[in-house]
């Protein structure tokens, strides 16, 4: 039964006890907190309206996810397409030291990890100083997942971990990208 937004509000809370969850329910709750809404016609910074509040509108934020089943796996959820991106891990020892990270703070968290990637050239082409609006950003992001798991009955967990292991193990460039923040998302135990 559909839930009213005051209950959801009401009742989200950190899962700390968290299982995995299909990767399919995860996505949808990406995408119910970040698809386009609405898109700028003809604006080259290619601003839209979504669920979660950014600065100018330009949605720096891409959300990856971290999934341990066999063996590891990076993906960028694409929230203008609404697809998952698998990216070449270049350093698995980076990969594997997030995840001991993120194990020593929530040892009952068996659930996909998500990484926040900030891209400081998308907001700094449109500000002057854009540091704290990329940082105001990820904390409204991480909100407004946080709402949408407790709105499709999942776990979630903001965790004390940029996440910055993780784009070094896929290669990104730090001055190109930033670790804002992670957490665990699956089903709550």
Not at 7 to 13: G, K, L
Not at 103 to 123: C, H, K, N, Q, W
Not at 152 to 171: D, K, N, R, S
């Amino acid at each position: 039964m559909p839930q009213d937004f005051a209950t959801i509000f009401e009742s989200r809370r950190s899962i700390r006890r968290i299982g995995p969850a299909p990767l399919r329910e995860i996505v949808n709750t990406l995408a119910f907190a970040t698809r386009p809404h609405f898109v700028l016609d003809h604006d080259p910074h290619c601003r839209s309206r979504r669920p979660s509040l950014s600065s100018g509108a330009l949605h720096p934020i891409d959300p990856l996810l971290i999934e341990k089943r066999r063996s590891f796996r990076v993906m960028r959820y694409d929230a203008w397409t609404h697809r998952l991106e698998v990216l070449v891990i270049a350093r698995s020892e980076s990969l594997v030291r997030f995840v001991e990270r993120c194990t020593e703070l929530l040892p009952d968290a068996m659930g996909t990890s998500i990484v926040f990637a900030g891209y400081p050239g998308r907001v700094a082409a449109v500000y002057e100083n854009h540091t704290s609006l990329l940082w105001r950003d990820a904390g409204a992001l991480l909100q407004t997942v946080a709402l949408a798991a407790a709105a499709y009955g999942l776990g979630f967990c903001p965790l004390g971990v940029l996440g910055g292991e993780v784009l070094e193990a896929i290669g990104l460039d730090p001055r190109d990208c930033q670790a804002l923040g992670s957490a665990v998302i699956g089903r709550p135990r």
